[in-house]
Protein backbone atom coordinates (compact mmCIF):
# COMPACT_ATOMS: atom_id res chain seq x y z
CA UNK A 1 0.00 0.00 0.00
CA UNK A 2 1.27 3.62 -0.80
CA UNK A 3 0.79 6.43 1.94
CA UNK A 4 1.65 9.95 1.84
CA UNK A 5 1.27 13.15 3.99
CA UNK A 6 -1.60 15.52 3.90
CA UNK A 7 0.06 18.61 3.47
CA UNK A 8 -3.54 21.20 3.95
CA UNK A 9 -3.64 24.55 5.26
CA UNK A 10 -4.41 25.57 8.73
CA UNK A 11 -4.22 21.46 9.27
CA UNK A 12 -1.35 19.18 11.24
CA UNK A 13 0.31 16.78 8.39
CA UNK A 14 -1.41 13.53 8.82
CA UNK A 15 0.09 10.53 7.15
CA UNK A 16 -2.58 8.44 5.06
CA UNK A 17 -2.56 5.32 2.84
CA UNK A 18 -4.23 6.28 -0.99
CA UNK A 19 -6.51 3.70 -1.19
CA UNK A 20 -7.16 3.07 -4.96
CA UNK A 21 -9.93 0.12 -6.25
CA UNK A 22 -9.94 -1.81 -9.64
CA UNK A 23 -13.03 -3.23 -11.37
CA UNK A 24 -13.57 -4.27 -14.72
CA UNK A 25 -15.94 -2.21 -17.03
CA UNK A 26 -15.58 0.69 -19.16
CA UNK A 27 -12.25 2.98 -19.02
CA UNK A 28 -12.65 5.13 -16.43
CA UNK A 29 -10.51 6.87 -13.38
CA UNK A 30 -12.90 8.39 -10.83
CA UNK A 31 -11.61 10.20 -7.55
CA UNK A 32 -13.35 10.63 -4.27
CA UNK A 33 -15.23 14.12 -3.74
CA UNK A 34 -12.25 15.19 -1.82
CA UNK A 35 -9.82 15.60 -4.61
CA UNK A 36 -12.08 16.41 -7.11
CA UNK A 37 -11.54 20.20 -6.58
CA UNK A 38 -8.02 20.17 -7.39
CA UNK A 39 -7.39 17.05 -9.22
CA UNK A 40 -9.74 16.50 -11.84
CA UNK A 41 -7.24 18.19 -14.18
CA UNK A 42 -4.70 16.28 -13.58
CA UNK A 43 -6.45 13.01 -14.72
CA UNK A 44 -5.48 12.99 -18.23
CA UNK A 45 -1.86 13.55 -17.17
CA UNK A 46 -2.12 10.32 -15.31
CA UNK A 47 -3.60 8.37 -18.52
CA UNK A 48 -0.67 9.94 -20.09
CA UNK A 49 1.96 8.81 -17.79
CA UNK A 50 0.66 5.23 -17.24
CA UNK A 51 0.52 4.92 -21.12
CA UNK A 52 4.39 5.94 -20.95
CA UNK A 53 5.07 3.59 -18.71
CA UNK A 54 3.50 0.38 -20.92
CA UNK A 55 -0.52 0.68 -19.86
CA UNK A 56 -2.85 -0.73 -22.06
CA UNK A 57 -6.21 0.27 -22.32
CA UNK A 58 -7.31 -2.60 -20.70
CA UNK A 59 -11.40 -2.51 -18.88
CA UNK A 60 -10.64 -1.52 -15.91
CA UNK A 61 -12.41 1.43 -14.02
CA UNK A 62 -9.71 3.07 -11.29
CA UNK A 63 -11.04 4.46 -8.19
CA UNK A 64 -8.77 6.55 -5.66
CA UNK A 65 -9.49 7.37 -2.52
CA UNK A 66 -8.24 9.39 0.79
CA UNK A 67 -9.73 9.41 4.12
CA UNK A 68 -10.00 12.99 4.88
CA UNK A 69 -13.50 15.05 5.38
CA UNK A 70 -12.47 18.37 3.21
CA UNK A 71 -11.40 19.12 -0.39
CA UNK A 72 -7.86 18.33 -0.68
CA UNK A 73 -5.75 21.31 -2.73
CA UNK A 74 -1.98 20.50 -2.02
CA UNK A 75 -0.26 19.46 -5.28
CA UNK A 76 1.89 16.72 -3.50
CA UNK A 77 -0.53 13.97 -3.44
CA UNK A 78 -0.19 13.60 -7.39
CA UNK A 79 3.36 11.04 -7.40
CA UNK A 80 1.46 8.98 -4.42
CA UNK A 81 -1.74 8.85 -6.69
CA UNK A 82 0.49 7.85 -9.96
CA UNK A 83 2.58 5.53 -7.76
CA UNK A 84 -0.84 3.70 -6.17
CA UNK A 85 -2.55 3.12 -9.53
CA UNK A 86 0.78 1.89 -10.70
CA UNK A 87 0.52 -0.81 -7.57
CA UNK A 88 -3.29 -1.53 -8.00
CA UNK A 89 -3.47 -2.26 -11.96
CA UNK A 90 -0.27 -4.70 -11.11
CA UNK A 91 2.49 -2.66 -13.16
CA UNK A 92 4.27 -2.25 -10.21
CA UNK A 93 5.13 -4.97 -7.45
CA UNK A 94 6.46 -3.70 -3.90
CA UNK A 95 7.53 -5.73 -1.52
CA UNK A 96 7.19 -2.67 1.53
CA UNK A 97 4.42 -0.52 2.48
CA UNK A 98 5.81 2.82 0.63
CA UNK A 99 5.68 6.34 1.82
CA UNK A 100 5.37 8.74 -1.15
CA UNK A 101 5.09 12.56 -1.76
CA UNK A 102 5.77 14.66 -4.43
CA UNK A 103 4.54 16.31 -7.24
CA UNK A 104 5.10 16.20 -11.67
CA UNK A 105 6.39 19.58 -12.98
CA UNK A 106 5.91 20.62 -16.93
CA UNK A 107 8.84 18.18 -18.06
CA UNK A 108 7.37 15.42 -16.12
CA UNK A 109 10.36 15.56 -13.78
CA UNK A 110 9.61 15.21 -9.68
CA UNK A 111 9.58 17.89 -7.02
CA UNK A 112 9.09 17.21 -3.36
CA UNK A 113 8.16 19.57 -0.97
CA UNK A 114 10.64 21.13 1.91
CA UNK A 115 10.94 18.84 5.47
CA UNK A 116 13.48 17.69 7.29
CA UNK A 117 13.81 14.09 9.14
CA UNK A 118 13.13 13.46 12.64
CA UNK A 119 16.10 10.67 14.21
CA UNK A 120 13.46 7.71 14.37
CA UNK A 121 10.00 7.07 12.79
CA UNK A 122 6.75 6.15 14.31
CA UNK A 123 5.66 4.14 12.01
CA UNK A 124 7.87 0.74 11.75
CA UNK A 125 7.22 -0.97 8.37
CA UNK A 126 7.06 2.16 6.12
CA UNK A 127 9.56 2.62 3.93
CA UNK A 128 10.61 5.34 1.08
CA UNK A 129 13.30 6.15 -1.62
CA UNK A 130 15.85 9.23 -1.37
CA UNK A 131 14.36 12.40 -2.55
CA UNK A 132 15.86 14.20 -5.30
CA UNK A 133 14.81 17.28 -6.71
CA UNK A 134 14.16 17.15 -10.62
CA UNK A 135 14.49 13.41 -10.90
CA UNK A 136 12.45 11.38 -13.37
CA UNK A 137 9.36 9.06 -12.34
CA UNK A 138 11.09 6.18 -13.87
CA UNK A 139 14.52 6.83 -10.89
CA UNK A 140 12.04 6.80 -8.74
CA UNK A 141 10.13 3.84 -9.18
CA UNK A 142 13.44 1.87 -9.55
CA UNK A 143 14.68 3.45 -6.45
CA UNK A 144 11.15 2.26 -4.44
CA UNK A 145 11.53 -1.37 -6.28
CA UNK A 146 14.82 -1.86 -5.11
CA UNK A 147 15.99 -0.40 -2.57
CA UNK A 148 13.65 1.78 -0.77
CA UNK A 149 14.96 2.96 3.02
CA UNK A 150 12.90 3.15 6.38
CA UNK A 151 11.00 6.05 6.55
CA UNK A 152 12.27 8.73 9.34
CA UNK A 153 9.05 10.62 10.10
CA UNK A 154 8.84 13.89 7.96
CA UNK A 155 8.73 16.79 9.88
CA UNK A 156 7.52 20.12 8.02
CA UNK A 157 7.56 23.73 8.35
CA UNK A 158 4.72 24.67 10.74
CA UNK A 159 5.08 28.45 9.15
CA UNK A 160 4.35 27.06 5.69
CA UNK A 161 1.42 25.05 6.67
CA UNK A 162 0.08 28.23 9.28
CA UNK A 163 0.30 31.39 7.46
CA UNK A 164 0.57 34.10 9.80
CA UNK A 165 -0.79 31.65 13.26
CA UNK A 166 2.02 32.47 15.87
CA UNK A 167 2.91 29.53 17.86
CA UNK A 168 5.10 28.70 21.26
CA UNK A 169 6.67 25.31 21.58
CA UNK A 170 4.02 24.14 18.47
CA UNK A 171 1.08 25.17 20.44
CA UNK A 172 -1.13 28.08 18.74
CA UNK A 173 -0.60 31.17 20.46
CA UNK A 174 -4.24 32.06 21.06
CA UNK A 175 -3.30 35.59 22.05
CA UNK A 176 -0.71 36.70 19.68
CA UNK A 177 -2.47 35.14 16.56
CA UNK A 178 -4.93 37.62 14.97
CA UNK A 179 -8.37 36.41 15.50
CA UNK A 180 -9.13 36.44 11.71
CA UNK A 181 -6.42 33.77 11.15
CA UNK A 182 -7.39 31.57 14.53
CA UNK A 183 -11.28 31.56 12.38
CA UNK A 184 -9.27 29.79 9.81
CA UNK A 185 -8.73 26.95 11.68
CA UNK A 186 -10.32 24.15 11.66
CA UNK A 187 -12.03 22.66 14.87
CA UNK A 188 -10.36 19.59 14.43
CA UNK A 189 -7.04 21.02 14.13
CA UNK A 190 -7.15 22.81 17.60
CA UNK A 191 -8.85 19.17 18.87
CA UNK A 192 -5.02 17.44 17.68
CA UNK A 193 -3.11 20.42 19.41
CA UNK A 194 -2.47 22.46 22.87
CA UNK A 195 -3.39 25.84 23.19
CA UNK A 196 -1.01 28.00 24.73
CA UNK A 197 -2.53 31.19 26.64
CA UNK A 198 -0.15 33.62 27.46
CA UNK A 199 -2.57 35.26 30.10
CA UNK A 200 -0.51 38.63 30.78
CA UNK A 201 -1.10 42.43 30.92
CA UNK A 202 -4.65 42.69 29.46
CA UNK A 203 -7.79 40.31 28.89
CA UNK A 204 -8.19 37.96 25.93
CA UNK A 205 -10.73 40.40 23.83
CA UNK A 206 -14.08 39.88 23.77
CA UNK A 207 -14.16 38.16 20.74
CA UNK A 208 -11.33 35.50 21.29
CA UNK A 209 -13.70 34.55 24.45
CA UNK A 210 -16.14 34.38 22.11
CA UNK A 211 -14.37 32.43 19.77
CA UNK A 212 -13.12 30.05 22.67
CA UNK A 213 -16.31 28.92 23.67
CA UNK A 214 -16.97 27.68 20.35
CA UNK A 215 -14.27 25.38 19.71
CA UNK A 216 -13.94 21.73 21.53
CA UNK A 217 -12.01 21.40 24.78
CA UNK A 218 -8.24 20.96 23.34
CA UNK A 219 -5.70 19.20 25.10
CA UNK A 220 -4.36 21.89 27.33
CA UNK A 221 -4.66 25.51 27.84
CA UNK A 222 -1.15 26.93 29.11
CA UNK A 223 -2.16 29.16 32.32
CA UNK A 224 1.04 31.63 32.50
CA UNK A 225 -0.13 34.57 34.69
CA UNK A 226 -2.47 34.54 37.68
CA UNK A 227 -1.82 37.78 38.94
CA UNK A 228 -3.41 40.88 38.70
CA UNK A 229 -2.79 42.91 35.34
CA UNK A 230 -0.90 45.56 36.34
CA UNK A 231 1.61 43.35 38.21
CA UNK A 232 2.44 46.72 40.76
CA UNK A 233 2.48 46.59 44.45
CA UNK A 234 0.14 48.06 45.80
CA UNK A 235 -2.05 47.50 42.93
CA UNK A 236 -3.57 49.82 41.08
CA UNK A 237 -6.29 47.81 38.78
CA UNK A 238 -10.01 49.30 39.04
CA UNK A 239 -12.24 46.82 40.57
CA UNK A 240 -13.92 46.27 37.42
CA UNK A 241 -10.18 45.07 36.13
CA UNK A 242 -9.72 42.44 38.71
CA UNK A 243 -13.21 41.03 38.53
CA UNK A 244 -12.69 40.88 34.95
CA UNK A 245 -9.35 38.92 35.69
CA UNK A 246 -11.06 36.69 38.27
CA UNK A 247 -13.97 35.34 35.77
CA UNK A 248 -11.48 34.85 32.73
CA UNK A 249 -9.02 32.89 34.89
CA UNK A 250 -12.05 30.84 36.58
CA UNK A 251 -13.34 30.40 32.26
CA UNK A 252 -10.03 29.07 31.12
CA UNK A 253 -9.72 27.00 34.23
CA UNK A 254 -13.06 25.00 33.40
CA UNK A 255 -12.12 25.27 29.54
CA UNK A 256 -8.93 23.51 30.72
CA UNK A 257 -10.92 20.64 31.96
CA UNK A 258 -13.63 19.19 30.46
Known sequence: MIFTTLLEPYRY???VPIEVTVLRGARRLRLATPLRRKYSN???KIWN????LGYQKYL???YISVDFDAPLISPYYQLPIVVAILEAVGMLRLRHNIYSIGRFMADYSLSYPSHKTSESSPFPGLFTAELEQGEKLEQYLNHIHT???ELLAPVYPLNELFPGITFKENQ???CKTPLSLLKRVPDTTFQESSISITYRHKPLSEQKTQLLQTLPHAKLVTLLHTVCFCEKTPCICSKAELALHSEQLQFL???SCP
Do not use: L, N, R, S
Request: aromatic fraction near 14%.
Open 13 to 15: PKI
Open 42 to 44: FVP
Open 49 to 52: IMAK
Open 60 to 62: QKI
Open 147 to 149: APK
Open 172 to 174: IDF
Open 253 to 255: KEY
